[in-house]
């Protein structure tokens, strides 16, 4: 079993979206997806905006009703083995909590980006010296995007890394969010099933 980590502002719209579709597709994997929010409400459900979206890309919607929030704290940090943040902002925040972490901590875009630009073979390569563990596995190949960061052609806008918060915005701003985002998890989850045992 692995660990995923996602985290937002108030963790009612981005950062349980992204739980609830990582966890969808990668349910045969068997994975803990779990998310917060760095000024997380207290058990607060989704918005009906970011429901819908999760119900419209595939989530049941017994699953997003049951979402409830929760505040970021340093013991959520020490146990996922890939956190995926939805700004560069909220990255920072995790840094700050849990600076050990920082080597599995990414915006969900920019591991997206990253990853995309290693070779398959190396981050197979780095999940096989792993072992066979999953947690582990997906460790390893969390630390070679990140000894990518620097190689990579950086963004001409960094805000590219981010996924705009739609919290009391129109609904344009909701689909706007999810256009950022539904790539990132796609993304992310060809990237673990590439590694998986």
Not at 43 to 49: F, R
Not at 95 to 123: C, H, K, N, Q, Y
Not at 151 to 180: I, K
């Amino acid at each position: 079993m692995f660990e995923i980590l996602t985290v937002c502002t108030g963790n009612i719209c981005r950062s349980p979206l992204a739980e609830l579709l990582l966890r969808a597709r990668l349910a045969d994997l068997s994975p803990q997806v779990a998310s917060a929010g760095t000024r997380g409400l207290a058990a607060a459900p989704m918005t009906p905006e970011a429901a819908h979206i999760a119900v419209a890309l595939g989530v049941l919607e017994q699953d997003a009703a049951a979402h409830r929030s929760r505040f970021l704290t340093e013991k959520h940090l020490t146990s996922p083995d890939l956190i995926l943040t939805m700004t560069r902002e909220h990255r920072r925040a995790v840094a700050e909590l849990a600076p050990s972490r920082l080597r599995s901590t990414f915006t969900i875009r920019e591991f997206g980006r990253i990853a995309a630009a290693v070779p398959e073979a190396d981050l197979r390569a780095a999940a096989d010296e792993a072992g066979t563990e999953a947690s582990a596995r997906l460790r390893a190949v969390a630390s070679v995007v990140a000894s990518y960061r620097g190689l990579v052609t950086p963004l001409g806008d960094p805000n590219d890394d981010d996924v705009v918060d739609p919290y009391r915005q129109p609904w344009e701003t909701y689909l706007l969010s999810a256009s950022q985002l539904e790539p990132a998890i796609t993304a992310v989850a060809a990237t673990v099933r590439a590694v998986a045992v």
